[in-house]
C-alpha cells in the first residue's frame, strides 16, 4: 500500500512538474509577444510628447509620461 501511495505521488509530481513548464513557457511567450506593441505605444506617446508637448496641458502630458514609463517598463 505504501510503495502504491508513493507511486501515485512520484506520478502527481511529475504531472504538476510538467504543468509548470507548460505554463512558464505559455508566461514567456505572451511576454515576449507583447514587447513590440509596447515598444509601438512608447515611441507613439513620445512622438506626441516631442511634437505636441507645448499645445498639452500639464495633466495630458503627465498622461502621455505615464503611458511612456509604463509601456517601456513592461517592453524591457
Not at 510503495?3 to 504538476?16: G, K, N
Amino acid at each position: 500500500m505504501n510503495a502504491e501511495l508513493e507511486q501515485r505521488v512520484r506520478d502527481r509530481t511529475a504531472q504538476l512538474e510538467a504543468a509548470n513548464q507548460e505554463l512558464e513557457t505559455f508566461a514567456y511567450s505572451v511576454s515576449h509577444d507583447l514587447r513590440a506593441p509596447l515598444r509601438g505605444i512608447d515611441g507613439w506617446s513620445l512622438a506626441l510628447v516631442e511634437d505636441f508637448a507645448a499645445q498639452l496641458d500639464e495633466e495630458a502630458r503627465h498622461y502621455l509620461n505615464r503611458v511612456r514609463s509604463e509601456a517601456s517598463a513592461w517592453a524591457s
